[in-house]
């Protein structure tokens, strides 16, 4: 891939503004860089300015891409003169003239200059070549329309666009505009002379992520790739506990041990027995235990971090075995041992509603995602829901669950998922009426959805932490084995990543 030498100073250039992306094409990536000599024209030209000039201490980054990313980066941040001087002192042009020209004639609305000027630059793929002149060529028809030149628009359709044989729904939708002024309103042609600008903008936009990187270099790629490296080095932080504010450019990320949790800073003590279920609230302003004593406690979180008590749940003949808090956390649902449901009212501490089944127990609870309704795993192995007012709208008989209180359904209601036998998680389909199994190798202790219902991580008693995918058919995506070594210490090893906690 080829294109033609520069013979003009990048000071002397017409700079094209372009509209910052709002996403980066997922073909940006860096290519091989086109070498541009400037001659003697330029300014303290260096020494070298081949494409196998490196930098860096590994030698893997490429200078005059290195250059031309920071160089679009100053124009994307508004420095114009800084860019054109750094284009003249490193003699590394961020484009060559022939793509200046170009983009230059696609703002003018320069169509048929544009095209050839397209032609120009030496582009190897002709299905690149074909795709940009036909964006070209479809905003040239589109604003001979808004000029009310029909004929002429008419001519563009049939003896420029179509012999291109490009995106043939959108010559058929061109073609009615010619007839439906209000197919023309459908298409975005605006009204106003103001608009014509924007609308050659994105077109020029969409030129930029249809060419090579190597043509015209990506919108904020700079930005792009500290991104990425600063992804990294989150992902690779051992004991990562910061928010993405305490992030910095100026030093490598990594969190000590004394950002995790480990001071005992409060000891709660007001049950009478075992506690068996704690839970904070959404917003993180309240704590929920529940107990073997048939109570459960809400603790409310003050602004300096001390935990008070606030309300003691009781009515409860059994042990209350599990919590859930309302979307909101306005209600809470406690569920005794193989006993009943109950909601209570947070700021009061009221029961407001019992739900229970004759001659069944309910074993867990969990809410619908709008707040309208809750589910429950049955004695019977049944998953049952409610309404509010404790009508049952469903209940699906069988081995839908074990006596386990882990219950889960996503966001948009369509799935359940619970623990079906020892060592297996069913994933129901409400609308589809249909099911999915995750099959594990040991006894199931417990498992958590994801906050995108795209994972679930699973407990075994084995001591091992899975991690599946539950879009479309389960695939197990990570694995973490808990173990001890010589130096006393535990640590879960997660595939290829060893996460050590001294004890």
Request: proline residues 3%; contains cysteine; glycine residues 6%.
């Amino acid at each position: 891939m080829g294109v033609i030498e520069d013979s003009e100073p990048p000071l002397k250039r017409v700079k094209v503004p372009l509209e910052e992306s709002k996403s980066l094409p997922e073909d940006c990536s860096t290519a091989e860089p086109v070498c541009c000599s400037l001659g003697d024209q330029m300014a303290r030209p260096l020494t070298s300015q081949g494409d196998g000039e490196t930098i860096g201490l590994q030698g893997v980054i490429k200078k005059a891409e290195f250059i031309k990313i920071i160089t679009k980066a100053l124009y994307s941040l508004g420095y114009e003169k800084s860019g054109a001087l750094l284009e003249e002192e490193s003699g590394i042009p961020l484009h060559s003239s022939v793509v200046n020209r170009f983009m230059l004639q696609v703002t003018d609305g320069k169509w048929d200059d544009s095209v050839a000027t397209l032609h120009m630059i030496g582009l190897s793929d002709e299905t690149i070549v074909k795709s940009a002149s036909f964006l070209i060529l479809e905003q040239k028809f589109l604003e001979l329309l808004k000029m009310e030149n029909v004929t002429a628009a008419l001519d563009t359709l049939r003896n420029e666009i179509v012999p291109l044989h490009v995106n043939l729904n959108r010559v058929h939708e061109l073609a009615g505009c010619i007839i439906s002024p209000l197919q023309c309103l459908r298409l975005g042609i605006a009204d106003q002379d103001s608009e014509v600008t924007k609308s050659r903008s994105k077109i020029l936009e969409k030129l930029q992520k249809l060419l090579p990187a190597t043509v015209i270099v990506p919108e904020k790629r700079l930005e792009h790739l500290v991104e990425r490296a600063l992804d990294v080095q989150r992902g690779a932080c051992m004991f990562h506990n910061t928010s993405d504010s305490d992030l910095s450019l100026y030093t490598d990320h990594q969190c000590g041990k004394n950002q995790i949790p480990s001071q005992t800073l409060q000891i709660l003590q007001a049950h009478n027995d075992e506690v068996w279920f704690l839970q904070f609230s959404h917003n993180g302003k309240y704590l929920a235990s529940s107990s073997k004593d048939q109570s459960a406690i809400i603790w409310e979180v003050k602004e300096n971090g001390q935990v008070s008590l606030k309300h003691t749940l009781f009515g409860h003949q059994k042990p209350v075995l599990t919590v859930s808090w309302s979307p909101d956390d306005s209600q809470i649902l406690t569920c005794g041992l193989e006993e009943v449901i109950k909601r209570w009212d947070v700021n009061s501490g009221k029961c407001l509603h019992v739900y229970e089944k004759s001659g069944v127990g309910l074993i867990s609870c969990g809410w619908f995602p709008d707040g309208r309704g809750i589910f429950s795993g049955m004695t019977d192995r049944s998953i049952c829901l409610w309404d509010l007012d404790g009508r049952e709208l469903e209940c699906w008989k069988g081995q839908r669950t074990l006596r386990i209180s882990d219950m889960a359904m996503t966001d948009d209601g369509k799935r359940i998922i619970s623990i079906c036998r020892e060592s297996a998680i069913l994933l129901l389909d409400r609308e589809a009426k249909f099911e999915r199994l995750i099959e594990e190798v040991d006894m199931i202790t417990s498992f958590s959805l994801s906050k995108d219902n795209k994972f679930l991580l699973v407990n075994l008693i084995n001591q091992e932490i899975h991690l599946w995918s539950i879009e479309g058919d389960p695939k197990l995506v990570a694995r973490c084995i808990y173990g001890t070594d010589a130096q006393q210490s535990s640590y879960w090893r997660c595939l290829d990543i060893l996460v050590q906690l001294t004890v």
